[in-house]
């Protein structure tokens, strides 16, 4: 895909990474596979298309020319009937709602698309390894995707805590930034595309422990997405935020960990706990609000 539609296909192949099959997955955007990864046959390819709309030019592009050289195409799509769809081997339909999006800053499709990424595949992986969806780790991941919508209203309901931070933060910096590690590496990106479309402003976007290296110079204001993390991995972000504000870079960050690791930040906001390869979603809730 391209746009929200590229971050929510880097959700879809970190729920494929989850299981450690054999299959190689890489997320990756249409116009970089048009560009630089074809091959003269791709028979043994299997693509996931991501579009709300189905009629992104780029997208449907990179599908016929990926069709051509012999690969299939599963396509994720909310609108039923668009080009996507009909050229596509099969479809999972979002169905997310009016099929002709209104809002360039649209949030429906991102999660619905999240979601059904996460369900293909689980489905995809048990069917090469039969009986993965009983194991409990498969179990787990299932019966917390079912909780989450709940759990999405409880992080709506911290509104005006973040709203609190946004107007004591915002306006402070000319510079913005979002950050995270590992699959808030997802959550990171889609943030700063909404602040940016919303804002109309250019925003950086990094790996958390890359950003002391980058520009903290200019002292911008960072959104360090830190959410399903723990151990030593929780402990390094703590201590980025800590370099962070050193540099009088001003950090709000989102995480599910309550304890004292980042009792130094100012601004944090805190959203329930998960099962820590779906953390990141809560974590884009709260970078949405």
Not at 23 to 39: M, N, R
Not at 147 to 171: C, D, F, G, W, Y
Not at 173 to 195: C, D, M
Not at 256 to 273: G, Q
Request: glycine share 6%; charged share 20%; hydrophobic share 40%.
């Amino acid at each position: 895909g391209q746009g929200t539609a590229a971050v929510a296909g880097q959700a879809c192949a970190h729920f494929f990474n989850v299981f450690n099959t054999s299959l190689e997955v890489k997320s990756v955007l249409a116009t970089e596979v048009s560009g630089f990864a074809l091959h003269e046959d791709m028979s043994s390819y299997l693509i996931i298309a991501v579009s709300q709309s189905g009629t992104t030019t780029d997208t449907n592009r990179t599908v016929d020319l990926l069709r051509n050289r012999g690969a299939s195409v599963i396509a994720i799509v909310n609108r039923r009937g668009s080009d996507l769809a009909t050229k596509s081997d099969g479809v999972f339909y979002t169905s997310s709602g009016r099929d002709v999006e209104m809002s360039v800053a649209s949030t429906k499709a991102f999660y619905s698309q999240v979601a059904a990424g996460s369900i293909l595949a689980i489905a995809i992986n048990d069917i090469l390894q039969p009986g993965l969806i009983q194991q409990p780790k498969t179990q787990n991941l299932l019966e917390s995707l079912i909780n989450l919508p709940e759990l999405m209203r409880k992080t709506l309901k911290t509104r005006e805590h973040i709203s609190n931070i946004a107007k004591r933060t915002v306006l402070s910096r000319r510079s913005w930034a979002t950050v995270g590690n590992g699959p808030n590496t997802i959550s990171a990106r889609e943030i700063r595309i909404k602040s940016s479309e919303l804002c109309y402003k250019a925003i950086a976007n990094d790996v958390t422990e890359d950003k002391k290296h980058i520009d903290l110079s200019c002292e911008p204001l960072i959104v360090v997405c830190a959410t399903g993390l723990n151990g030593s991995t929780a402990d390094d972000v703590s201590k980025e935020v800590s370099i962070f504000t050193a540099h009088k870079a001003v950090p709000v960050v989102i995480s599910d960990d309550d304890s004292e690791r980042f009792e130094n930040c100012k601004n944090l906001i805190v959203v329930p706990k998960t099962d820590p390869d779906l953390s990141f979603i809560l974590g884009c809730v709260a970078g949405h609000i």
